[in-house]
């Protein structure tokens, strides 16, 4: 997409909008005490955070009056990826700064928690940091040390953020899954890590309907042998099990927390790649890398403050989760949303941004085209005067997105497609308060992030589609993999293709206005007579048809030397894959993209198999049409639903 091709942005910041963003604010600053240009806007001052890496994020610590209980000796100790060492000598804690606000702003709301009533029921940061410091307290009673891993089978509700909290206030490492994970899924996770406790609910509600838990916690506790305590949370009202503590013991007393000051490398919790196949990945991030880069990614690109009210939806299976309980690091009230995201109608998100009063409201653009299909009219519904942003991430937000947004919730809408990963923790670009927005494509790439489209040479692309790739090391980077003594998985994950350089494993582009396309996974990317294609564009033009629910496009290398590209649909009710279907998808696909683009085959599927985060499986479908076994091609129990892979496996043994 060229400047040429669309000129015109869908939305520009005004001035005044454009003065008031602490992103204008920390520019001028920085420019003043570190040498910034103060002239250029964002433009300029990426490249000065890019070229002058160790100044950047200095001043982003000094800025935010990170608290370092012991300075630094330096910014970057050891620059090489992977391996490189950031704020040497310093320690800090990551809880500390999260609770910071409890000092001057004790009875405004840390957390405000709804579920499907949709009612708001707002936690103070006083009672948050009342509850922190008594669970952190049981916990060095219970016997649990700096680097003990602390795992949390729950929902997105208050407890999970103070049990996250109380951990790294201890200095230990936290890790969770949603309780919608089945017992494999989660020790798959968990058993990697090996916790000594485990915080558990009892059940959870979602879509109208309480589902009881209690049995895949009996499992848990089995295999998980490492375990000292486990905590009973009882969400559904159930008596707590022999054998386990129960929450309000364990919060019940009054004390401030004592914030363990542990080194700036030092773990703070472990995420896990969706693991589609083999056992997900143990992605271990720092206490002072995670604090710095969410300081950075929610203050200044999200634009968040004390008078904010931040809403993604998500799960605490899910790195936006670990990411929205960071708004506590900007002061922000940080809503929390446990349940369906569709219920009781599509247009429920839209409903709690008003309940709620969300200044950003963040969710997936999945959800956003849901809503677009199921004719919802936010704004017509609902007072979202508060919204000033709306975020989306997980997939990349199509055009019809854009202007559906545009249209439906407010023209004077800031929208956020933003992109990264649960290897960062963050974002390599999405968001930017004084750029304007244009359709289809992510404001631009992150401070301190160089972000680039590399092809296969390592050269560097403008406006044509490369490998997302990042030249220097982020703060939130890995510091290791759990279960990589030799750092092997690590390495081979982001550094084979290009030593030394981040390759994500994303198709972009780069614009000649700065702004980023992305295309799609670039392991599951189409490559038709030399021309690489991104399966997100198919998507994006299938789907606006009526009769596609939802859709799966494949790419296989024939051992013959040929290419065969089927297209998998999943119908919406009542439609039928008839001759006249297969040609409008043919037509669609081969006027907005391209005929290269038109599929070899259509074929209709009972359904589209996702990991447990909501993504497409491509990959792992890909496999199984080469003939690779069911065990082989994918992990069980990173799969929302298995049996729609046999569909796959039996089309391979029939072709």
């Known amino acids: 997409m060229t400047a040429a091709a669309n000129p015109a942005p869908l939305w520009q910041p005004d001035a005044e909008r454009v003065a008031a963003a602490r992103i204008t604010r920390f520019q001028a600053w920085a420019a003043d005490r570190y040498g910034a240009p103060a002239q250029g806007g964002y433009p300029a001052l990426h490249r000065w955070s890019v070229d002058e890496l160790e100044t950047f994020w200095r001043a982003v610590a000094d800025w935010f009056d990170v608290r370092f209980s012991t300075p630094y000796e330096r910014v970057l100790g050891e620059r090489t990826m992977p391996g490189a060492q950031w704020f040497p000598g310093a320690t800090l804690n990551y809880a500390e700064h999260a609770l910071r606000a409890a000092d001057d702003r004790p009875h405004d709301p840390a957390l405000l928690h709804v579920d499907e009533t949709h009612e708001p029921t707002p936690i103070s940061w006083s009672e948050l940091r009342r509850q922190v410091g008594a669970l952190a307290a049981e916990l060095r009673a219970l016997g649990v040390r700096p680097g003990d891993r602390v795992s949390g089978y729950l929902p997105n509700i208050p407890q999970a953020v103070a049990a996250l909290l109380a951990t790294a206030a201890v200095g230990a490492v936290w890790t969770s899954c949603a309780p919608d994970f089945g017992a494999r899924s989660v020790l798959d996770r968990f058993q990697q890590v090996e916790p000594v406790v485990l915080f558990t609910v009892d059940g959870y509600r979602y879509g109208g309907k309480e589902h009881d838990r209690r049995d895949v916690v009996a499992e848990l506790r089995r295999e998980l042998p490492t375990l000292r305590a486990v905590v009973h949370i009882p969400l559904l009202g159930t008596p707590a099990p022999e054998g ?16 363990e000051q542990v080194p700036f490398d030092h773990p703070l919790w472990v995420l896990y790649s969706s693991g589609t196949t083999g056992l997900p ?13 969410h300081l950075k990614q929610l203050g200044l690109h999200c634009d968040l403050g004390p008078e904010d009210r931040f809403f993604w939806y998500t799960s605490t299976g899910w790195m936006m989760w670990n990411f929205l309980v960071s708004g506590l690091l900007t002061g922000t009230t940080v809503i929390l949303y446990d349940g369906s995201p569709g219920y009781p109608a599509t247009g429920a998100q839209w409903a709690i941004a008003e309940r709620t009063g969300a200044t950003l409201f963040g969710t997936s653009a999945a959800y956003v085209m849901a809503c677009r299909k199921a004719d919802v009219h936010p704004a017509r519904d609902h007072d979202l005067s508060r919204v000033q942003c709306v975020a989306t991430t997980g997939s990349p937000l199509p055009p019809d997105g854009f202007r559906w947004l545009h249209d439906e919730v407010r023209e004077d809408l800031w929208i956020a497609s933003v992109s990264g990963g649960t290897d960062v923790c963050s974002c390599f670009a999405g968001a930017v308060p004084t750029l304007p927005v244009h359709i289809g494509e992510l404001q631009a790439p992150c401070l301190g992030t160089d972000l680039q489209a590399w092809d296969p040479h390592g050269k560097p692309l403008i406006g044509e589609v490369g490998e997302l790739v990042v030249t220097n090391p982020m703060p939130s980077m890995p510091i290791h ?23 994500h494993g994303d198709w972009i582009t780069i614009t000649d206005h700065g702004s980023v396309v992305i295309h799609g996974r670039s392991d599951s990317t ?5 021309v690489r294609m991104g399966s997100a564009d198919i998507y994006e033009a299938v789907e606006r048809l009526p009769e596609i629910r939802e859709s799966l496009v494949i790419g296989l290398e024939e051992p013959d030397g040929g290419y065969w590209m089927p297209l998998f649909v999943h119908l919406a009710p009542g439609a039928t894959l008839d001759d006249a279907l297969r040609a409008r998808i043919t037509r669609t696909i081969r006027e907005e993209l391209s005929p290269r683009h038109v599929p070899d085959d259509i074929i209709e599927v009972p359904g589209i198999p996702h990991t447990l985060t909501g993504k497409r499986i491509e990959v792992p479908v890909k496999r199984l049409l080469q003939g690779t076994p069911l065990a082989k091609a994918v992990n069980p129990g990173s799969v929302d639903n298995l049996d729609l892979l046999h569909f796959y496996e039996e089309l391979a043994r029939t072709r």
């Open 281 to 293: 990945k143990a992605i271990v991030q720092s206490q002072g890398g995670i604090l710095l880069e």
């Open 244 to 259: 386990t503590l129960d929450w309000s013991d364990l919060t019940a007393a009054d004390v401030r927390p004592v914030f």
């Open 526 to 530: 189409l490559n038709r007579q030399g």
């Open 481 to 503: 993999f759990w279960n990589d003594p030799d750092g092997s998985r690590y390495r081979d994950s982001y550094f084979e293709m290009f030593p030394g350089v981040w390759r």
